[in-house]
């Protein structure tokens, strides 16, 4: 890994305007610069990049992050890889800090796939071109495809000697081991020791995923065994550098004609994605025979926003073209459809023609989607009124999940020209149907995010050994829940002044352990504009009245955890528990900043969080500025910090109020007495609290 000190070095040197401007055409607005977005069909500028504070933020589809974050999504790296691509660009020499033993071996592990594959795809590729056999079967397989040397070069294709473990020995000899052969899908253990060649006399298909590195084969039958044989192809298995439903063949070798042409090509097996290379045609994907997902979607949805399906002109391939096209719809991509004259598939009709003449039969024969299958479904539906009844809501239920209204109300309006109906007949069932659909995805949603949580409370229930701490640092970001990212939102000012940093007199034992909470109630909203403070402040200086009533000097962070901790309680959100735990190990560092700390985490949950914390989307003209928010700094987190201690308070209050209602506790005069005095302490802490809060309502 990369040690902090160079990755200071690398965001120091990358010029975020510089570097999003060899992607986007940026202008200036005010301080920032503003432009299209690169991650979605942005028609009105909303992608923003404030170089102050260098990061970047398009307020429609939430895409942004830091220099770092957007080399991820623009060319589709990780992490560190993106901080090598910067530091090649400025010139920075990369010095990795030493992992840890778990770091290390789980990035040992990928690295030793990624080289065995590569070393097996050179191996596939040199028996071919230099074997004996390898030229007699390998190479004149594709000789009869037509595929010039070029072709096969670019590709890496191959042959798999026509022996049981010839390439698996092979393997062994140069050094590679028998765990990575076989978690890889290259070789297959025997059940008594040994290893065999699972491609052997099959012709090969590396698959490279779209940095260029090889994660996967595909390997195809050659004799007259393939007849009537089901898997005449065979590919890798998923492993932990491949998942073949969220990789699309031929990516890397597609990409930059991709942008270039912002349009990309689908098909369906590997020798119609070479063939069309061949004749000129380079920005052309396959599936392989998986049906589309989100992941391989918004992997093509980086490069461009328009797509072209081309199939069979059979009926197999037009079965084809309906299928998984109402995802792609409800991706944002413009979907044609192509079907070749019957008998052709793209790798033969690709034979047949030249660059020149493929594009002019594409843009002569390609139909829109939903055209394309308004007609298909009419000629089908005939003069049957109740074939022509489905029909009409088949076709509404693809246009239903079309984000753009505008395009919505253009399909409907021809929709009803091509099958006679009424236009505001269809719109108001179209209208009934989305609202339908928009609130089935919110509840997909809510239960992906009850999901999420479920996760995190047995992870909770496992790691606390004190009912009080809400959360282990070490929680795994995946199980975080989703939380409304709404900007900084500072109260009003109550009638009373407040003095910073007076404790509350809310004691640990007057507040019961709370359980976690879902994101969108009032604790997690306080604990965002808490945050977001501590983020854009969090090392700088505050004075502040301790216990004592004597004047002390902390930094923000610090503050921020002193106040919590002073009441025995913590954040609920486990990100914010990390964050403003991190914030105050390092704050007191030699030159020191939260906002540069936490842009630049390699936690991209934190790294992430902490962008969006920071982004504004709208800036005051000079005549408008209000005071900046740092000369209000010890008012701002005073009053939030005792907003907050007042929703706990009042919260336990509820929570006593029920047992007092409940009839087990009546019964119980010890019970009920302990009660009672836990109420009226905690109503006294309320009104202390309440009194210093002022007049200020919050809706729960």
């Known amino acids: 890994m990369i040690d902090q000190a160079t990755i200071d070095r690398i965001m120091d040197a990358a010029n975020i305007v510089d570097v999003v401007s060899d992607y986007v055409t940026l202008r200036r607005s005010g301080a920032s610069y503003k432009g299209l977005c690169p991650f979605h069909d942005d028609k009105t500028p909303s992608f923003y990049v404030n170089p102050a504070r260098g990061i970047c933020k398009c307020f429609s589809c939430g895409k942004g992050g830091n220099v770092v974050h957007f080399i991820m999504e623009q060319e589709q790296l990780r992490y560190y890889e993106a901080l090598k691509f910067l530091a090649k660009r400025y010139g920075i020499e990369v010095k990795e800090r ?89 070789s297959i253990k025997r059940d008594k020791g040994g290893l065999i060649d699972k491609y052997r006399g099959r012709v090969i298909f590396p698959w490279f995923n779209v940095s260029g590195k090889v994660v996967a084969f595909g390997g195809r039958k050659l004799d007259s065994r393939t007849k009537g044989v089901e898997q005449k192809y065979i590919n890798s298995n998923d492993s932990d550098i491949f998942h073949k439903a969220n990789e699309l063949y031929g990516i890397f070798q597609a990409k930059k004609q991709i ?128 074939r022509r009844s489905q029909l009409v809501n088949n076709i509404l239920d693809s246009i239903k999940v079309i984000p753009d209204e505008i395009l919505r109300s253009t399909y409907l309006h021809e929709c009803a020209e091509l099958m006679h109906m009424d236009e505001q007949m269809l719109t108001r069932n179209c209208v009934k149907l989305r609202r339908a659909y928009i609130e089935q995805r919110k509840v997909e949603r809510e239960r992906e995010r009850e999901r999420k949580l479920r996760l995190q409370e047995q992870h909770e229930q496992q790691q606390q050994a004190v009912p009080s701490q809400l959360v282990s640092p070490s929680a795994s970001s995946e199980d975080l829940p989703d939380f409304d990212p709404s900007g900084l939102d500072i109260p009003p000012e109550s009638d009373e002044p407040q003095t910073p940093g007076q404790s509350s007199g809310v004691e640990e034992k007057d507040i019961a352990p709370r359980p976690s909470r879902q994101a969108s109630d009032p604790y997690v909203r306080l604990e965002r504009m808490i945050m977001t403070l501590v983020v854009r402040y969090g090392e ?113 209050l509820k929570s006593l109020k029920k047992q007092l209602a409940d009839p087990a506790v009546m019964g119980d005069i010890g019970k009920q007495t302990e009660v009672m005095e836990q109420f009226v302490r905690m109503s006294a802490v309320s009104r202390a609290l309440a009194k210093r809060v002022g007049d200020r309502i919050y809706l729960k």
């Open 98 to 186: 030493e992992m840890t033993s778990e770091e290390r071996q789980s990035q040992n592990d990928r690295e030793s796939m990624f080289a065995v594959n590569e070393w097996a795809s050179h191996y596939f590729h040199d028996t071919m071109l230099k074997d004996e056999d390898g030229r007699a079967v390998g190479l004149a397989y594709f000789r009869s495809r037509q595929f010039r040397d070029d072709i096969i070069e670019r590709f890496r294709l191959g042959y798999s000697p026509d022996s049981w473990d010839a390439m698996s020995n092979a393997a062994l000899k140069a050094g590679y081991k028998e765990e990575f052969l076989v978690r890889t899908s290259l």
């Open 540 to 652: 700088q200086l505050m004075t502040f009245v301790n216990l004592e009533g004597k004047n002390e000097t902390s930094s923000v962070a610090q503050y921020v955890q002193h106040e919590l901790a002073i009441d025995g309680l913590t954040f609920h959100h486990p990100l914010y528990v990390r964050m403003l735990d991190e914030a105050c190990q390092h704050t007191g560092s030699e030159d020191f900043s939260c906002s540069r700390f936490f842009t630049s985490s390699p936690d991209l949950d934190v790294s992430r969080e902490a962008t969006d914390l920071l982004a504004d989307r709208y800036q005051l003209s000079s005549t408008q500025q209000m005071p900046a928010e740092e000369e209000l700094m010890s008012e701002y987190i005073s009053r939030l910090l005792l907003d907050y201690k007042f929703l706990i308070v009042n919260d336990e």
């Open 259 to 386: 942008a270039k042409d912002d349009l990309v090509y689908m098909v369906e097996g590997y020798t119609d994605v070479i063939s069309m290379h061949q004749c000129g045609i380079e920005n052309v994907v396959a599936n392989s025979g998986t049906a589309l997902n989100e992941a391989q979607i918004r992997l093509l949805h980086r490069f461009t926003s328009n797509i072209t399906l081309i199939y069979d002109g059979d009926e197999a391939g037009i079965h084809a073209a309906l299928r998984g096209t109402d995802m792609l719809l409800a991706e944002g991509m413009n979907v044609k459809v192509l079907l070749l004259p019957d008998g052709d598939d793209p790798d033969s009709f690709a034979r047949k023609h030249n660059a020149t003449e493929f594009k002019q039969y594409v843009e002569q024969h390609q139909t829109d989607f939903i055209l394309f299958k308004v007609n298909l479904l009419v000629n089908e539906a005939g003069n049957d009124p109740l």
